[in-house]
């Protein structure tokens, strides 16, 4: 049998593993942060019309520019945001390995603060860069003073700014990020793909574009929009930083038929929405129910949340995914991670943590 090692693989690639949360068809999934509140019925059947609709021209390519859907980012992100600002790829991921093509690839660098989201290390390798991870505090914050000092020293070509950030949950503020912006040469990334679960009035990155051009806020449709299996992601950001990611992306990255249903979901955006709330609340909830049975939640302001105080995380794990709950072992030493869920499945991993024993 041929492996890895006997194929002409790039050097730069061997001993690398990929991308692997695990797919296993339990009850209750609460491993990768996704909204497990379907798509309401009445969007779905709009979606579907226009897909249907784009259907009958998949003989032609789709429009390169995905010209609707730019103008429909542009809307719902508001912020005087002109549709020239906006980009999008099938995930955010796409995007956020479109600007690594295009601002960093081999002999460059990308930098962020660990623990942070597990792709952008992968996302950077897969371009050539080489990946810098800095540090953060005991309780997973960066200050702007902090910050700024890790990243002059990096000197990294792209840093990435997890906003709030994954696998912590951790609030970001806005000094950080102009503290990061003014010492940067390169571009920096403020991924908000948990924007919407923040506090209403927390402001986000995309009123600090103005006048700065390397910056760029990268927003999903995965997560708040119950889009996930669509693979839909977008980028905000000077108009210039746009015509550099023209440069990378595949012609006709965008299929019609993507293009079809995300426009048709944006148009909703309200409708897709509204179970955002009820979400926050469920995630409140997680976290006031592992505290109580002696676990120590970190603060939250995404989906999901991540708690200490887990004597042996893998049993834990192993426990839970025995009573039909899978949730994430992220890989911080006595720590765990549960998206939120519907009122009943956030039930079901409340009363297996609770099944399980009390913490360490
Ligand atoms: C889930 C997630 C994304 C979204 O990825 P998609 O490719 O849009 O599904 C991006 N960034 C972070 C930090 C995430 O957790």
Request: charged letters at 20%; aromatic letters at 8%; a negative charge.
């Amino acid at each position: 049998m041929t492996s890895l090692d006997d194929l002409p693989l790039r050097d730069d690639l061997r001993g690398l593993t990929p991308y692997g949360a695990p797919q296993a068809p339990l009850p209750v999934a609460l491993n990768v942060n996704e909204n497990t509140h379907p798509v309401p019925d009445d969007v779905a059947a709009q979606i579907l019309d226009d897909v249907a609709a784009a259907l009958r021209e998949v003989n032609r390519y789709p429009d390169r520019e995905f010209t609707r859907l730019r103008e429909g980012f542009a809307a719902y992100l508001g912020h005087g945001l002109r549709p020239e600002q906006i980009w999008a790829g099938n995930g955010s991921n796409e995007v956020l390995q479109h600007v690594l093509q295009a601002f960093a690839g081999p002999g460059r660098t990308a930098f962020g603060f660990a623990p942070t989201y597990s792709m952008y290390p992968l996302l950077s390798q897969g371009t050539g860069a080489r990946w810098i991870a800095g540090t953060r505090d005991d309780d997973f914050r960066i200050t702007a003073e902090d910050a700024a000092a890790q990243v002059a020293v990096a000197d990294p070509d792209v840093v990435f700014l997890c906003a709030p950030n994954n696998p912590t949950g951790t609030p970001l503020g806005l000094d950080v990020i102009e503290a990061v912006y003014e010492v940067a040469r390169g571009v920096v990334i403020v991924d908000e793909a948990y924007q919407e679960f923040a506090p209403k009035a927390a402001p986000s990155a995309l009123t600090l574009l103005e006048g700065r051009p390397r910056l760029a806020v990268s927003r999903t449709m995965s997560k708040a929009f119950a889009f996930a299996g669509a693979r839909v992601g977008y980028l905000a950001a000077d108009p210039v930083f746009i015509d550099a990611l023209r440069l990378v992306r595949l012609p006709y990255h965008l299929s019609a038929l993507t293009q079809a249903a995300a426009t048709a979901a944006l148009r909703n955006s309200a409708t897709m929405l509204r179970m955002v709330d009820e979400i926050v609340v469920q995630r409140d909830r997680i976290t006031a129910g592992l505290a109580e049975l002696g676990y120590l939640p970190h603060e939250s302001w995404s989906n999901f949340v991540l708690f200490g105080g887990v004597d042996d995380p893998r049993a834990t794990w192993q426990a839970l995914y025995d009573r039909g709950v899978l949730i994430r072992d992220v890989g911080i030493p006595g720590h765990l991670r549960v998206s939120a869920g519907t009122e009943a499945e956030t039930t079901a991993f409340l009363d297996a943590m609770a099944s399980v024993g009390s913490a360490a």
